[in-house]
């Protein structure tokens, strides 16, 4: 088995009357990179915080990298590193001397060209913070992250506001981490992301896990339905199939063997000269099954 990173049994932390983490249990493999996801006032926030020593839990078992993350010793925070939403950087200093500053706070640190290499900021190390894009920024704040060449890097929401290019950019950089050995803890709000990036995710809603596993297997998606969407030109006669849906020449067809419901409906299409336009062929997405689970627990 491979090694745990994180080990949460039991976890809750309350506000006063509101519950903001109710019992939780999760794991975290050595090497993998981890998903949180959730709604807003979730208990994410909460949960994470817990697991970087930065809040008190009211009950349950936290174990981080061997560790009781509560204590919050030396060694401990040596061997993680954290990338918040936002981080205040000093903008007159160059990118080389934030890293370097931060470097310096280390027992251990990455060297610096290993660092700066691994964020992709080769082109404007000597360029000073002020003068960064957005999306350059977001790369410095990974980069103090790593300064410390964590084990375990928390990383929250680190491609919110970005293009789609820099977004695929940031993606490629957390691959590259994953592919050092590092192990990653992500939060973030786009379902794209978490598909393209996690080994497993889990699901909070109002302090409780809701589903965790693998993308692809979440909710049941391996084993769901397909659904296959077309258009029927108007004045076409309906395919000899099992409809679910027909509104205004749009068709919606789920079945269990689309292998044999796609050559059914094109050799239909093809032996009655109708175009099945715009067809698409889908399990339901990683947001599909987020949104219904986020619904359901919420409703």
Same mark, same amino acid.
């Given at each position: 088995?491979?090694?745990?990173? =994180?080990?949460?049994?039991?976890?809750?932390? %309350?506000?006063?009357?509101?519950? &903001?983490? &109710?019992?939780?249990?999760?794991?975290?493999?050595?090497?993998?990179?981890? &998903?949180? @996801?959730?709604?807003?006032?979730?208990?994410? *926030? *909460? *949960?994470?915080?817990?697991?970087?020593?930065?809040?008190?839990?009211?009950?349950?078992?936290?174990?981080?990298?061997?560790?009781?993350?509560?204590?919050?010793?030396?060694?401990?925070?040596?061997? =993680?590193?954290?990338?918040?939403?936002?981080?205040?950087?000093?903008?007159?200093?160059?990118?080389?001397?934030?890293?370097?500053?931060?470097?310096?706070?280390?027992?251990?640190?990455?060297? $610096?060209?290993? #660092?700066? %290499?691994?964020?992709? $900021?080769?082109?404007?190390?000597?360029?000073?913070?002020?003068?960064?894009?957005?999306? /350059? /920024?977001?790369? $410095?704040?990974?980069?103090?992250?790593?300064?410390?060449?964590?084990?375990?890097?928390?990383?929250?929401?680190?491609?919110?506001?970005?293009?789609?290019?820099?977004?695929?950019?940031?993606?490629?950089? #957390?691959?590259?981490?994953?592919?050092?050995?590092?192990?990653?803890?992500?939060?973030?709000?786009?379902?794209?992301?978490?598909?393209?990036?996690?080994?497993?995710?889990?699901? =909070?809603?109002?302090?409780? =896990?809701?589903?965790?596993?693998?993308?692809?297997?979440?909710?049941?998606?391996?084993?769901?339905?397909?659904? #296959?969407?077309?258009?029927?030109?108007?004045?076409?006669?309906?395919?000899?199939?099992?409809?679910?849906?027909?509104?205004?020449?749009?068709?919606? #067809?789920?079945?269990?063997?689309?292998?044999?419901?796609?050559?059914? $409906?094109?050799?239909?299409?093809?032996?009655?000269?109708?175009?099945?336009?715009? @067809?698409?062929?889908?399990?339901? %997405?990683?947001?599909?099954?987020?949104?219904?689970?986020?619904?359901?627990?919420?409703?």
């Amino acid at each position: 088995m491979p090694e745990t990173a =994180i080990q949460v049994r039991g976890l809750r932390k %309350s506000y006063g009357a509101v519950s &903001a983490v &109710a019992g939780i249990d999760l794991s975290v493999c050595a090497g993998e990179v981890f &998903a949180l @996801l959730g709604p807003n006032g979730a208990g994410k *926030t *909460t *949960t994470v915080e817990i697991l970087e020593g930065h809040r008190r839990r009211d009950a349950g078992e936290v174990v981080v990298l061997d560790a009781d993350p509560e204590l919050g010793t030396r060694g401990f925070r040596s061997r =993680i590193g954290i990338v918040l939403q936002s981080t205040g950087l000093q903008p007159y200093l160059t990118v080389d001397e934030v890293i370097e500053l931060f470097r310096g706070y280390y027992p251990n640190p990455l060297p $610096l060209d290993e #660092i700066v %290499s691994l964020v992709g $900021l080769e082109e404007k190390r000597h360029e000073r913070v002020l003068r960064l894009s957005g999306g /350059q /920024q977001r790369r $410095l704040d990974v980069a103090i992250g790593l300064a410390g060449n964590p084990e375990l890097l928390f990383l929250d929401e680190p491609t919110t506001g970005f293009d789609p290019s820099a977004r695929h950019v940031a993606w490629n950089m #957390i691959r590259g981490l994953q592919s050092l050995g590092k192990t990653v803890f992500l939060t973030t709000h786009y379902m794209d992301e978490a598909q393209a990036l996690a080994d497993r995710v889990a699901i =909070i809603v109002d302090g409780a =896990i809701v589903a965790e596993g693998p993308p692809g297997t979440l909710g049941g998606r391996a084993d769901a339905a397909t659904r #296959i969407r077309f258009h029927l030109p108007p004045g076409s006669s309906r395919p000899p199939i099992q409809l679910t849906a027909q509104t205004d020449g749009s068709v919606d #067809i789920v079945t269990p063997d689309p292998t044999q419901t796609l050559y059914d $409906l094109t050799s239909w299409a093809l032996a009655n000269g109708v175009s099945l336009l715009g @067809l698409e062929v889908s399990k339901p %997405s990683l947001e599909d099954v987020y949104l219904s689970l986020t619904r359901r627990e919420i409703s």
